[in-house]
């Protein structure tokens, strides 16, 4: 499922705790795909604190606690880890990550707290959502096949990566609008993780992140530029953003686009894609230049690429993006594309 399905789907989940009917949700796929940036966004969004849980690197007591005589008794000292409505808040998230390499022992300590939301006398406030992440047998982490029962206290999703909901994502979190052409001019690169190749670096959505911090650092130092982003991303996506980058020597003038000067379109289909990017990057950041963009969008000989421009500002400024003049003489110059696509 892509990540914006997934998204709304931990949003009405987690809602529905303070309501009582949540289901603890355990989100499946390989490394670097964004299922703790999916969670992370889901608590960004309400505000509410993450507790991150990572049960690879605990013991059975330490979810537990510790038992400790009370008179003739044992009674048992709940983690701090664990929420607690009078120090993290009323609501949250308690997210269970890399579960899936947690031994046998810690998952079965976990079984009550999914389920019944409680360990002994501990109990998880109620306003607090239940997510959990991790990787599949398949994907060469460390890894326990999730126990039959453990496995039926969840819903399960199997969290897929995605160009255009990446892409988004991108433009809010500045990545660099280079970046974005590149992975739009060659979107099988968005993710590319063979297990059986036994890579180290290998581009996903997380390693595309790194790359575009390379870009930042190393631009101005072109000996280490190149492998800087290999280091991110692998020997040949790494070689292959070197290279759309040096192309780019070629850009046009895309202030003077932007003033609405006549500027020619590039004829590279590589360049095209760049001027797209970062047209659209420019017309997030100053709303007042989308007529200017929506002008030139209208010059590509591919209409797709127009669309997905299109596509991208109205997925970060929204109904704004109908009230410009331009937009409607855009729109009609590419209905029969539209109409046809549906």
């Given at each position: 499922m892509r990540p914006a399905q997934l998204s709304t789907i931990l949003d009405r989940e987690f809602l529905s705790a303070r309501e009582g009917h949540h289901t603890p949700v355990m989100l499946w796929g390989p490394p670097g795909v964004g299922k703790s940036q999916i969670v992370s966004q889901i608590a960004e969004r309400h505000a509410v604190p993450v507790i991150d849980v990572r049960l690879s690197q605990m013991e059975p007591s330490d979810l537990r606690g510790i038992p400790f005589r009370v008179e003739n008794r044992v009674e048992w000292a709940a983690p701090s880890l664990l929420p607690d409505e009078d120090r993290h808040g009323k609501y949250g998230i308690l997210f269970?990550?890399?579960?899936?390499?947690?031994p046998p022992s810690v998952s079965a300590a976990a079984y009550q707290l999914i389920l019944d939301r409680r360990l002994g006398d501990y109990f998880v406030p109620s306003g607090w959502a239940i997510f959990a992440a991790g990787n599949r047998q398949g994907d060469r982490g460390v890894t326990y096949a999730m126990p039959s029962p453990l496995a039926n206290r969840f819903s399960h999703f199997e969290v897929e990566a995605n160009l255009d909901d990446w892409v988004?994502?991108?433009?809010?979190?500045?990545?660099?609008?280079?970046?974005?052409?590149?992975?739009?001019?060659?979107?099988?690169?968005l993710f590319d993780f063979d297990p059986s190749r036994h890579p180290?670096?290998?581009?996903?959505?997380?390693s595309w992140e790194f790359a575009s911090r390379a870009l930042k650092k190393f631009e101005d130092l072109p000996e280490l530029?190149?492998?800087a982003l290999q280091s991110c991303v692998g020997a040949s996506a790494g070689l292959e953003l070197h290279a759309f980058?040096?192309?780019?020597?070629r850009m046009p003038d895309l202030e003077a686009i932007l003033a609405g000067e006549e500027v020619p379109?590039?004829?590279d289909i590589d360049i095209q894609y760049a001027v797209a990017s970062s047209l659209v990057?420019?017309?997030?950041?100053?709303?007042e230049k989308i007529g200017a963009v929506l002008d030139y969008a209208d010059k590509f000989p591919l209409?797709?690429?127009g669309i997905m421009m299109v596509f991208d500002i109205h997925k970060a400024v929204g109904q704004r993006l109908f009230s410009v003049p331009q937009f409607s003489k855009w729109a009609n110059a590419v209905a029969d594309t539209m109409l046809y696509q549906r």
């Open positions: 269970l990550d890399e579960i899936t390499s947690s988004v994502w991108a433009f809010e979190h500045g990545i660099d609008e280079r970046l974005v052409g590149f992975l739009r001019y060659k979107p099988e690169r180290i670096a290998f581009p996903s959505p997380r530029l190149l492998p980058v040096r192309n780019l020597e379109l590039p004829e990057g420019r017309a997030i950041r100053n709303q209409r797709e690429m």
